[in-house]
């Protein structure tokens, strides 16, 4: 009887053991700093992307800025003319662009963004109350998207519904648990059993 009950407190300990809930500690933890990324780092010219960041206020006001970096988005052309040569480019940055938009209650926002010129550009967002920034920077590169003709359009499709295979791996992982615990209590009786009739 003291072996049936130990077999079967050790095969219910083995079946259980990770149904028990983690215990935290009631800790308010910082915020976590504020970071932005882009859903594309390099694009089309005309391509749309996203825009998006979190680390803000709730419903705070944002500024988004887009700002040209590297070449070519940020030079001219060469001069040449009646006498008056510049044998390299001559830097003519073009202005940032600026943006309003908003965070939601999370502190996150989510902004789509579509450059036509080729180049670098540095987007960040400023939030108007609490000053924090966020910025990534994206590539335009390659010739201009018609709106029809996206390659990318196609993946962005449906979401994929279907099992994972680490759903079907872990349920294996469980039911051998479960049979090694039922055999182990079938085992622990037939000796139990075997004992006491000898």
Known sequence: ?????AAITLAGSMALIGAVPAM????????????????????????????RGKGFKAGEGLVIKVTPGGRPASTGASVNGRGMSVTGKITLPLAPQEFSSSANANGEFSFPVSINDTGV?????????????AS?????????????SNANASANGLADTGADSNLMIWSLVGAGALAAGVTSVVVVRRRA??????
């Open 1 to 5: 009887m003291k072996k049936t009950l």
């Open 121 to 133: 550009y540095t987007l960040t967002a400023t939030g108007m109350e609490s000053g924090v920034t």
């Open 193 to 198: 059993k075997a004992e006491a009739a000898a």
């Open 24 to 51: 935290a500690v009631n800790t308010t933890y910082p915020a976590p700093p504020a970071n932005a990324a882009v859903s594309d780092g390099t694009v089309g010219p005309g391509e749309q992307f996203v825009f």
């Open 136 to 148: 990534a920077s994206v590539t335009v590169q390659g010739a201009a998207i018609n709106g029809a």
